[in-house]
Structures are given as C-alpha cells and as structure tokens.
C-alpha cells in the first residue's frame, strides 16, 4: 500500500506518517518513509538527531551528475533502482528517505536534481512493492499523473480552522482531477462535535487524530512522536485510516 | 530602493499571519506601496489578509509550458499579459501569488519569462513582504533581487526550532542575498525559558522578540475571517508591531 500524507502546514501530516508507518513496521511490513516536506521534520519526529539524518537526496550533486547530467543533456530517466538502500536510513524497522529541497542544490537551472528526485520517489512508489508513506508539502500535482497512478490512497490532514479545511479541499480537488480517487480526510485538533462542512468538496472523513496530552508536553523538549504512553489509541486511529484504503 | 522582508518557518508556526501584521504594519507607517508575495504552495496569504485570488503565476507558469497559447500572439508576449493579470490590486496593497511548484519536465523557459516579470514589477514598490515555506523554492529560483531581512517564524516546540536552524542555514547557501536572518516565537504563554533560549543561541538563531498566544486571533482563523481585520489593540498585533519597530524603525 502506497499513501501520500499531504496538507497545510502543521496540521499533523508528519506526526501522522511517523506513527502510519510505525504501526506498519509493528505488523513486520517493509515500510519506506519519504520525506518530501521541504522542513524535513520526519528524520525528527522518528527521533533521530540531526546529525543522524541522511542526507537529502538533492544534495548528492554528484550523483547528479552521473545520473542525470547538467548542462547541454540531460537523462530525464535516469536509473535509479540501485540507489535506494545507500539514500536511505533505517529507523526501527523502517527505510526514510529524505528528498529535501531543490533550491539547496544551488541555483540556476533546477532541471537535473529536480529529475533524479522524482525518478527516485517513481520508483519507490511504482516499481517497489513495500508500503509507502510519503509526507508531502503541498499537494500532489508535482508527482505527475503516471506516479500518481500507483499511489493507493491520500490522506488529508486538517484542523478544523477555516485556511486549513480550505487548503485540504484544494489538494483534495486537485488529487482528483489527477486521477486519485481514493482519499480520506483525517481532522486534528477538532472539538469532538466538529463536522467538516458540507459544502468544500473535501474527503470522507476517516478519523479524528485524538488530544494526546503527553505528546504536547514532549513537543517542548523533545521532536520524537513515538513511544507515547497512548499506544492503544494511536493503534485505533491507525487502523481507521488504513481501514479505509483497503477493497 | 524597497526594503524586501521574507518570512519563513516550519508550516503552521504562523508565518502568513505575522506576515499580514507586518504589512498592517508598513501601511500604517506610510511605506507604501507595497507589495505582497505568496511563495508559498499552500497558499493563504489571500485569505489572511482578506482578498480573493483568480489566477497564481503557477498556473500561468504551467499554461506557458504545456503550450495552451491563443494564435496570432507570441508565448512571450501572451505570458507577460497573463502574468500582469495575475496582480491582485487592492486600495492597500498588491498581491501576487506563487501557487503550485512545477510538475513534470524541465521549467527553465517558464521561470526565465517569470523571473523577468517578478524583477521589472518588484521595482515599482517601496516595500515588499514575501511569505514562503521552509525551502524557499520559489523565490530561490525566481528572484534575483536581494532579500534584506529574513523573519523565520516557529512555535515553542523542538521541531519548530530546528527547522528554523535549518532555514537559517539553507538561507545562506541560496543566492538571494539574504542581510540578516532573525527569529520570531509565535504563540508562546510565557517569556522562553533559560533552556530554550540556550538552544536558539547553539543554533545561531538570534531572537528578534515573542508573539504571544492569543484567543481572538485563534477564532478569527477557525471562522475564517482575515487576521489582517483584528483590532489595533488585541495582544497579538501589539507584540508583532513592537518587534517591526525594532526591526525596521
């Protein structure tokens, strides 16, 4: 199963795919983390230092220009099956890769690491058969429609102000016209009473994220989201929006 | 010459709202007029300060590259009349917005044509406010014009701090010219403890001053209404008018 996470900004899409996939690698899933947010939070939130993070793959610059070139040619294809387990780190059973931003790779034209970057998630996402998690920043349409296609599902995340279920409702439409239909909403933040409204156009909503008291109390001293006393209720919220992927 | 202040932070730390106080902020002090940058792809710097957006450069951008062009008129020429369009004139200020990054495929024509757009229209402004996310990658890429100050905004939380550290690091190695960089606590309940401001300082982070944490702006954002309308006296905009006087006079 292969699920982009995807809305504003701190809205809880990392918190999310961190505990998505550490209930997937629980169940002794293969589980790819992708870090495709330009605030590269994930590393983070799994609770690796900063100095244990993998480098971004827009800074390889001389994978780069092995693979893709710069200047004159340049190989969009580039072959990128290889490279997958070298990118990547593990953490707690889990692969995460960090994508991070194309403007880090100096300026000029964006064409080469812009290539292998997504040469490098389309194959992830199409010729790999593990579960995938991708948080995103913004909404899909950079993916393009042929990985698109392999992507199962997309979770939206949003609190319950009026920006954020408007953002959600515009990645929602345009995941749409693109192509993937299934989609579920996941509100954070929400009073329990809340109800997305009727008329944004956005996902069914699949789950509420629940208050987590500690997690709130950890934020100020600590980046790691796991290992919350709440176990049982991540677990429920977890199944609830894998739940609603499955045929 | 204008003064260019970008912001910047991990998403959700309320970066487009402070961003909306400061141009409340140089409209009231006369440094008109101004222009307003949305850089960012989730874009909401509209709804912030209350103005409606038909068209983003993104889709213009795209229109460009997928070659969707009238007869009779060349690319250039149609581009540059489509982007003028895409100015949003207010009595205030003039918004322009970024919108969707680039899809599949190479983009360096679309961003030269772009680039060029945004260089010959930042010229006409005594002030320009640029709000973008934690990679700067469009005004990386599309701007050449110089940065003098950039605000990056966090919460009081670990995360928030070190993707700020981050931002200030990647701000150096972009080519935007970037003066200073300086550091804004949004939403915090009490003055930041000895222990965070020793992180702040190991990251290299200088503090430019704390937003508190305020109740009407949080209704204001759950009903949608624009922050940019919050009255001159709530907390909030009293902390964030006090730091731009500390920054700019």
Excluded at chain 1, 110 to 122: D, Q, R, V, Y
Excluded at chain 1, 160 to 170: D, F, K, V
């Amino acid at each position: 199963m292969k699920i982009a996470v995807a809305g504003k900004g701190g809205v809880g899409k990392t918190t999310l795919t961190v505990w998505l996939g550490a209930y997937l690698a629980g169940q002794q899933k293969d589980v790819w983390l992708v870090d495709a947010d330009t605030a590269l939070s994930l590393g983070p939130a799994l609770g690796l230092a900063e100095e244990d993070l993998p480098a971004p793959l827009v800074q390889q610059q001389q994978l780069i220009q092995e693979r893709v070139g710069s200047g004159g040619f340049i190989n969009m294809n580039p072959k990128v099956d290889d490279l997958m387990e070298g990118l990547s780190r593990e953490v707690r059973g889990m692969h995460l890769l960090l994508m991070g931003t194309v403007a880090g790779a100096g300026s000029g034209c964006g064409c080469a690491p812009n290539t292998l970057l997504k040469a490098t998630l389309a194959h992830l996402l199409v010729w790999r058969a593990q579960r995938v998690l991708v948080d995103l920043e913004a909404g899909v349409e950079h993916l393009g429609r042929g990985t698109i296609s392999s992507v199962d599902g997309l979770v939206v995340v949003s609190e319950p102000s009026i920006r954020g279920l408007q953002t959600a409702s515009r990645i929602s439409s345009m995941a749409k016209d693109l192509g993937l239909q299934q989609q579920a909403l996941v509100l954070n933040r929400a009073a329990e009473g809340f109800q997305p409204p009727q008329d944004m156009a956005l996902p069914p909503l699949a789950a509420r994220i629940p208050y987590l008291h500690s997690l709130e109390e950890r934020q100020q001293q600590s980046s790691s989201v796991l290992d919350l006393p709440e176990q049982d209720l991540i677990n429920k919220l977890c199944e609830a929006v894998l739940a609603s992927f499955e045929e | 010459m204008s003064l260019s202040i970008a912001f910047s932070g991990k998403g959700g730390t309320g970066k487009t709202t402070i961003a909306g106080m400061l141009i409340r902020y140089l409209l009231r002090n006369g440094a008109t007029p101004i222009l307003a940058v949305d850089a960012d792809s989730n874009y909401n710097l509209n709804e912030v300060l209350g103005v409606e957006v038909d068209t983003t450069l993104g889709e213009v951008r795209e229109r460009m590259k997928t070659g969707e062009m009238p007869s009779g008129m060349t690319k250039d020429r149609y581009m540059a009349t489509k982007l003028e369009e895409a100015v949003v004139e207010t009595d205030n200020f003039d918004l322009v917005v970024m919108g969707q990054p680039e899809g599949q495929g190479c983009y360096c024509a679309a961003n030269t044509l772009l680039s060029d757009f945004l260089q010959k229209l930042t010229r006409n402004y005594a002030s320009i406010v640029m709000d973008n996310e934690a990679g700067m990658e469009h005004i990386s890429r599309l701007t050449t014009s110089n940065v003098d100050k950039l605000l990056v905004v966090s919460d009081p939380s670990r995360r928030g701090l070190q993707a700020a550290g981050r931002i200030k690091d990647l701000a150096h190695n972009l080519n935007i010219g970037v003066e200073s960089v300086y550091l804004i606590l949004n939403n915090v309940r009490e003055e930041p403890s000895e222990r965070m401001q020793g992180i702040i300082a190991d990251m290299g982070l200088e503090l430019l001053g704390t937003v508190r944490e305020d109740e009407t702006l949080q209704e204001y954002d759950l009903e949608g209404r624009p922050s940019f309308e919050l009255p001159e006296d709530n907390p909030a905009v009293q902390d964030a008018f006090a730091l731009f006087q500390r920054l700019i006079g």
